[in-house]
């Protein structure tokens, strides 16, 4: 049993992948936004987890698949940092009802992930305290605890390359068992899509880059 939480923006043009401009216009980036989502939710829906929670920034789209079976609520304000504690408060409770719920996160930059992968984080949770996967950027793509932790997150400088060490620094000093699962490469920029298109080309991610770079030549 587990849960998994998707925290995300909405694919709005100007508010999300900004880093692909150029070339990419806002819209084409929407676009890109939004396949990268749509593949992350996918992955998670073909997962073993009894409750999946896509966990939003902005409103809702068409893009959201109803058949998923995804809760959807609202980001609150804050820092990355403080975002991520709220969203495992909000979905686990602050004094949650199983303390010993096996709960990991996920964002939308990596839309190749697959279902067996959110498997084992869940299920390292079985036995450990906290689970950790850190991306090739010096970031990390996917975090999970048991219970609620404020003090896990706060103050974690985010979004810059030791972001991934300062965040397992912190697991491992509040922690006496975190776990390791496999390094991910995250989807920011132009270079990583092309990356992305080589490697996974089924992706809808994929098939909107390789439609992106045709129309621009």
């Given at each position: 049993?587990?849960i998994v939480?998707?925290?995300?923006k ?12 150029p070339?990419?216009t806002?819209?084409e980036?929407?676009r890109?936004a939004e396949?990268?989502?749509?593949d992350t939710?996918a992955a998670v829906?073909?997962s073993s987890a009894?409750r999946?929670?896509?966990?939003l920034?902005g409103p809702i789209?068409?893009?959201?698949d109803?058949?998923?079976?995804f809760?959807v609520t609202t980001?609150?304000?804050g820092?990355?940092?403080c975002r991520?504690?709220?969203a ?10 199983n ?10 930059d ?17 036995t450990?305290?906290?689970v950790?996967?850190?991306a090739?950027?010096?970031g990390?793509?996917?975090v999970g605890?048991?219970?609620?932790d ?7 400088p ?7 060490a300062q965040?397992l620094s912190?697991?491992?000093a509040?922690?006496s068992?975190v776990?390791?699962?496999g390094p ?9 899509l ?14 909107a880059?390789?439609?992106i770079r045709a129309?621009?030549?």
């Open positions: 049993m587990g939480i998707v925290l995300a909405s694919p709005i043009p100007g508010m999300v992948k900004t880093r692909l401009g070339p990419c806002p819209l980036a929407a890109i396949a990268s989502l749509v939710l829906a073909a009894v999946r929670v896509l966990v920034d789209g068409p893009w959201l109803s058949t998923l079976g809760e980001q609150r304000n820092g990355l940092d991520l504690a709220d495992f408060d909000d979905v686990l409770g602050v004094e949650p009802s303390p010993s719920e096996a709960c990991v996160l996920i964002a939308m990596t839309p190749h992930v697959l279902s067996h992968q959110v498997d084992g984080a869940i299920a390292a949770l079985h450990a305290d906290a950790l996967g850190l090739d950027d010096g990390y793509w996917l605890l048991r219970r609620p404020r003090e896990a997150f706060e103050g974690v985010m979004s810059t390359d030791r972001t991934g965040q912190r697991l491992q509040r922690y068992k776990a390791m699962i991910m490469r995250d989807i920011d920029a132009c270079a990583d092309d990356w992305l298109c080589e490697s996974h080309p089924h992706l809808r991610t994929s098939q880059w390789q439609a129309a621009h030549g």
